[in-house]
């Protein structure tokens, strides 16, 4: 099994997806409001890469079972019914409703990797469950880091190194770009201070700086959610078993 | 003085660029060479982002005193007079010619650089040469890694982190985004290591595959060069005076 990390969704090619397992990493917050969204019972999360499309595809869906969420400069879209807090994506809120989403970094990184074989979302958040279901998936993995306004962001980069250090040891996977040595390394520099790097990376301390503190702790919780959001046909729903997938 | 590091041209936007010094790093294998060519007495190096750009170039400046260089997968390119080993561009080969210069990586890079206010080029070669330029000029700092074929290369990221500590400790440097922070500390995690990683890293690697294991020592010397190459109307020249340029 081979693992690579891309940095930013811009350096990753549909060659590089073929075959394997994509894994979009947005710890700052779509992972997180996405996996939440999700085990409170919202019916499936659709990503879309912009605010506009999002009203669109509502707009043919119907308001009725029907949410927008999602964020531009950290902030709810005017129009939209939810933003990219996962505090707000409580289960009287999403319970049964189909939610559009559209982020700023995470939803255009999980529609470009609609070319993998397979794409699932991971974090902090749902870390020993995305572990469980790429090994049991066997296949190669593409990890790709949201990052933030196509630059590198830290504690995306971070987390993919988790990611590799969980299917690195007993897991048979493979070191096999610079990106996952580097974050692999990055990792380690990192690994007992996660709420303090989700506080001084420069997105963290822009959420603060908005009123978003409290999400920060949220995101930087290990294992706090035990489910993968799993993309099929465009729509994330929760994988079927970890592991066993659909 | 501000100081981003871009793990990839494709992070850096023109206004990222604007009234910075941007400093191209592609430490396997263009900045070395580049240096070791204007060193030895080349009168310019142009660097065009493509072969059929160099050979067009090339066709109207008269190939009496041009030389075309660069390599394309490592190895001379078919027509050109020299490929990308550093090695290559001794003072009997480039002494008062002008090369134009293509290779895969590093020489897009610089030529996406142009809209900064100053571009130079650094590596470990030349790296207190350029410390000392960039205090002097004295401007925010855009480091440009040049990466691989579009993606995160470790070799470039770990120098990126070495120019940020050279500029960041008594050199006012502010660590200024995630970029910054990552290399500094990946290049705290590989700095007594340099020779090792530049021969662990992928690209290292794959050159010492193809035969050029000898520029590897060469690449990852520490102020080997003590001269600064600053691009001025599209051609490098080395900079006058340490730090004074121009």
Partial sequence: MKIRVYATPR???DEDLRDSTAVVVDVLRASSTIITALENGAREVVPVATPAEAAELASKAGRANTLLGGEREGKMIEGFDLGNSPLEYASDKVSGRSIIFASTN??????RSKQAEDAIIASFNNHSAAVRFLRSAGRDVSIVCSGRYGKFSLEDFVYAGKLVEGLNGNGGGEVSNDGSLAALELFHRYRSQ??????????????AQIGFDSDL??????????????????KLRLAKSNGKSR
Same sequence: chains 1, 2.
Wanted: glycine share 8%; hydrophobic share 40%.
């Fill in 11 to 13: 350096e990753v090619t």
């Fill in 194 to 207: 996660l709420p303090e790097l989700v506080r001084s990376c420069l997105h963290g301390r822009y959420l």
């Fill in 217 to 234: 702790n949220y995101c930087a919780r290990v294992d706090s959610h035990d489910s993968v959001p799993i993309l099929i046909e465009g």
């Fill in 106 to 111: 995470g939803a255009p990184a999980i529609v």
